[in-house]
């Protein structure tokens, strides 16, 4: 019961009204050019969603049932509407997360003279998860995996 008021709450709290300009703009999103599926259902839920002067009220509900989105999607972009702006909605949305390196320009070259060595017995040249574990066998890094000795070993301008 308590989640159901949370969710009612969260879903009242953006009101979307859009300008006679954004209206006409994701109108012609809408009926002309080539654009993302993302950028067709952000115009599609912003022009359903509006309570200017322009158009008629209709539900979330209603939104999600026709476009077969979720109720959620829609108080996302009626959010980032409200928050970021209008622009902000027709732009997919960079990543935010970041990741830090594990290859160094230390490991990349003791991963580069490694592979110039000769491989291990038994083997005719090194693999990508021969040369993973011998990196941390020789404790340059504490785990690495075959994909990222990858990338750094490949030749990039």
Partial sequence: MFAKTKITQIMAKYKVTLT???????????????????????????????????SEKVTNAQISKILK?????????????VEEGFE????RKPPDREYERKADGDLEA????????????????WSLRLL??????LKYVESISYETVRRTLKKTN
């Fill in 69 to 81: 989105v979720g109720m959620r999607t829609i108080d996302r972009v009626k959010k980032r509407f």
């Fill in 110 to 125: 003791h991963l580069i003279a490694l592979s110039c060595s000769d491989p291990p017995e038994g083997y005719a040249r």
């Fill in 20 to 54: 006679k300009e954004e209206s006409e703009e994701l109108m012609s999103i809408i009926n002309k050019g080539k654009h993302t599926s993302q950028k067709y259902r952000n115009a599609y839920i912003l022009l359903n969603c509006d309570q200017g002067e322009y």
């Fill in 132 to 137: 993973a574990d011998k990196v941390v066998e």
């Fill in 88 to 91: 902000a909605i027709l732009e």
